[in-house]
Nanobody, 124 residues
Framework: QVQLVESGGGLVQPGDSLRLSCEAS????????MGWFRQAPGKEREFVAAISYSGGTPFYADGVKDRFTIFRDNTKNTVTLQMNSLKVEDTAVYYC?????????????????WGQGTQVTVSS
């Protein structure tokens, strides 16, 4: 059983940057695809970014690919989402997730473990 704990959310202004971190425990971190999803009020959970076992293949949603960067450190069991040029529409609860199946996917059901989420609010 893998436990995921997110940190780094907060209130920022449009154009600001924020870094989200997720620390994993209870499993062999390098064996999991890691990802980030987000969910805004009244909306479905949506894919943000994912990264392969070794960190060499990041994959992004179209709306964030030029602004967000995902990376992982398998020695520290962490995955990070660096978010730049934040927009009001980026406001959501952000969830860290881990998947045992190979391949990067945007489908929430393909991931096996989820964190509790961290709130990101972008507002002027």
């Amino acid at each position: 059983q893998v436990q995921l704990v997110e940190s780094g959310g907060g209130l920022v202004q449009p154009g600001d940057s924020l870094r989200l971190s997720c620390e994993a425990s209870g499993g062999t971190f390098s064996r999991y695809i890691m990802g980030w999803f987000r969910q805004a009020p009244g909306k479905e959970r949506e894919f943000v970014a994912a990264i392969s076992y070794s960190g060499g293949t990041p994959f992004y949603a179209d709306g964030v690919k030029d602004r967000f960067t995902i990376f992982r450190d398998n020695t520290k069991n962490t995955v990070t989402l660096q978010m730049n040029s934040l927009k009001v529409e980026d406001t959501a609860v952000y969830y860290c997730t881990a998947g045992e199946r190979p391949g990067l996917t945007v489908v929430p059901g393909s991931y096996d473990y989820w964190g509790q989420g961290t709130q990101v609010t972008v507002s002027s």
